[in-house]
Every structure is written in structure tokens, then in C-alpha cells.
């Protein structure tokens, strides 16, 4: 009898001291685990400010392009007036060289008879001073 009851005070012992050290281990765990719970919650937290942020720029994304595609819109708009304007500016930029050419060849025609006019007065002054 007394050597079975130290046979089962020494399972005990071992028994207590093998859970002491499980429980030790146990705490060791949870410790671990609250370490990698409380870093997946900083990387939750960083994830959702991230997440805003992305929104965020998506957001100002789409309301860019939409602008994009109005002025796009407003430039296909008036595209066919401007091609019009612009051919009838090149059209009018023609008339007024061609305008200019004329003008010139006009003056310079003007100075060649006001040059002959000038001559036949002289010419008519010098006939008449020897009819005196």
C-alpha cells in the first residue's frame, strides 16, 4: 500500500510538473497569440486607411476622366467649326495677299502715269513758253 501510494504521489509530482510546464507553455502561446492578434489588428486598421485612400483617388479618378470625356465631347463638338473657321481664315488670308499684290501693282502704276503726267506737263509748259 505505501509503495503504491508513492508510486501515485510520484505520478502526481510529474503529473503536476508536466502541466505546470504545459501551462507555462499554454501562457506562452496566448502571449504569442495576442502579439500576432494585436499585429493583424495594426494591419486591419492599415488596410482599412488604405482601402479610404484608394477609394478616395478611384473617385477623383472617375470624376477626371468624366471631365476628360466632356471636354473630349466639347472639342468634337466644335471641331468641325474650327475647320471651317480655320478654312475660311486661310481663304480671306489669300484674298488679302492677292489684295496687296493688286494694291502694289496698282501704285506702282500710278507712280509710272503721275511720272508721265508730269512729263506731259512739263513738255506742254515748254511748248507753250516757245509759242511766246
Known sequence: DELQLQLKLFQLYHNKQELTEKC??????????AKLEKRKEISNDEIKVTKKELAHYNKELANDEQKIKELEAQINKHRPTYFKVK??????????????????????AHAVHDDEIEKYENDLCEVERLKK
Open 24 to 33: 507555462q507553455i499554454a501562457d506562452k502561446k496566448r502571449k504569442e497569440v
Open 87 to 108: 478654312e475660311n481664315s486661310t481663304h480671306h488670308q489669300k484674298k488679302l495677299d492677292l489684295a496687296k499684290k493688286t494694291l502694289i501693282a496698282a501704285e506702282k
